[in-house]
């Protein structure tokens, strides 16, 4: 078994998917049975999902019948669903889609950092999930799109980049919300409180976002994992404001700055 892959070959698997989350944006779940009874197998069903977990107090199987998550799905006000592993191109047909309202919020990351954490989970096997060409190959064409989407959908549609996030996670935060037209919460506004704390690497007082954002580098293989992506990613680092870190003693150090471009959103692309 390869495990996850990428889904951006225009095949069977990838429309699947790509009608699976259209079905979960309508809250059109009750012809989806099967995915709904893998949801209830995992820990992270109720954990991460507090407004379904409220309705199934009384009990509790009836979150595993599809019709009953339906309609709890079209209670809420809010839908929030994370997409992984589906290519940005699959994004444009559900964007002009008159049934869906909804907006998007790209997230990349510094290509080597993903990989690096990549090859700790035993589910990650296939080319698309570790060979770096391929991966590089993908990231390129998710980047290629983003104009285009920044161009036709000015107010549903936002590029963001982690590394750049890490550096101002206030400012980003409020960006953020000011795209999605809502107000910061209360859980946001404490999170933003996490500490400050001291490290060596970063002086007397590190930005803790920041220390985390670049940990990856101080147990990464340089010559297996970062030159390998930096050579097939080069032109995708620069675009993202990346830093081409020029040998091992570069990269370990955390004094030296992983981001050397500006703020990491839409003015990359304009």
């Given at each position: 078994m390869n495990?996850a892959?990428?889904?951006?070959?225009?095949d069977?698997?990838t429309?699947s998917?790509a009608?699976?989350?259209k079905d979960?944006?309508?809250?059109?779940?009750r012809h989806?049975?099967?995915?709904?009874?893998?949801?209830?197998?995992?820990a992270?069903y109720?954990k991460?999902?507090?407004?379904?977990k409220q309705?199934?107090r009384?009990?509790r199987?009836t979150?595993?019948k599809?019709?009953?998550?339906?309609?709890?799905?079209?209670?809420?006000?809010?839908h929030?669903?994370?997409?992984?592993?589906?290519?940005?191109?699959?994004l444009?047909?559900?964007?002009?889609?008159?049934?869906?309202?909804?907006q998007?919020?790209?997230?990349?990351?510094?290509?080597?950092a993903?990989?690096s954490s990549?090859?700790k989970v035993?589910?990650?096997r296939?080319?698309s999930c570790?060979?770096?060409?391929v991966?590089?190959s993908l990231l390129t064409?998710?980047?290629?799109e983003?104009p285009?989407?920044l161009k036709?959908?000015?107010q549903r549609?936002k590029?963001?980049?982690?590394?750049?996030?890490c550096?101002n996670?206030?400012?980003?935060l409020q960006?953020?919300?000011?795209f999605l037209?809502?107000p910061?919460?209360?859980?946001?506004?404490?999170f933003?409180q996490y500490?400050?704390?001291p490290?060596?690497?970063?002086?007397?007082k590190?930005?803790?976002?920041?220390l985390?954002?670049?940990?990856?580098?101080t147990s990464t293989?340089?010559?297996h994992?970062?030159?390998?992506?930096?050579h097939?990613?080069?032109?995708?680092?620069?675009?993202?404001g990346?830093?081409?870190?020029a040998?091992?003693?570069?990269?370990t150090?955390?004094s030296?700055?992983g981001v050397v471009g500006?703020g990491?959103g839409?003015?990359?692309?304009?």
């Open positions: 495990g892959r990428i889904l951006s070959a225009n069977t698997t429309r998917a009608e699976f989350l979960l944006l309508l809250c059109r779940l989806r049975q099967e995915e709904v009874g893998y949801l209830t197998s995992k992270f109720m991460e999902n507090a407004f379904l309705r199934c009384s009990n199987r979150c595993h599809a019709s009953f998550v339906e309609g709890v799905c079209r209670e809420a006000d809010l929030l669903a994370k997409v992984l592993r589906m290519s940005l191109r699959w444009r047909p559900l964007l002009e889609d008159d049934a869906l309202d909804f998007v919020i790209y997230l990349a990351r510094d290509p080597r993903v990989l990549r090859t035993p589910w990650c296939s080319p570790r060979n770096p060409k991966m590089c064409e998710d980047l290629a983003v285009g989407l036709a959908y000015p549609f590029f963001v980049a982690y590394d750049h996030i550096r996670v206030t400012g980003s960006d953020l919300m000011a037209n809502l910061p919460t209360p859980d946001q506004r404490e933003l500490p400050k704390i490290h060596r690497r970063y002086g007397s590190g930005n803790t976002f920041l985390q954002a670049q940990l990856w580098r293989s340089f010559n994992i970062v030159l390998p992506v930096q097939a990613c080069r032109g995708s680092l620069e675009r993202l990346l830093r081409i870190f040998s091992r003693k570069e990269l150090d955390l030296v700055p500006g990491g839409s003015e990359y692309f304009t």
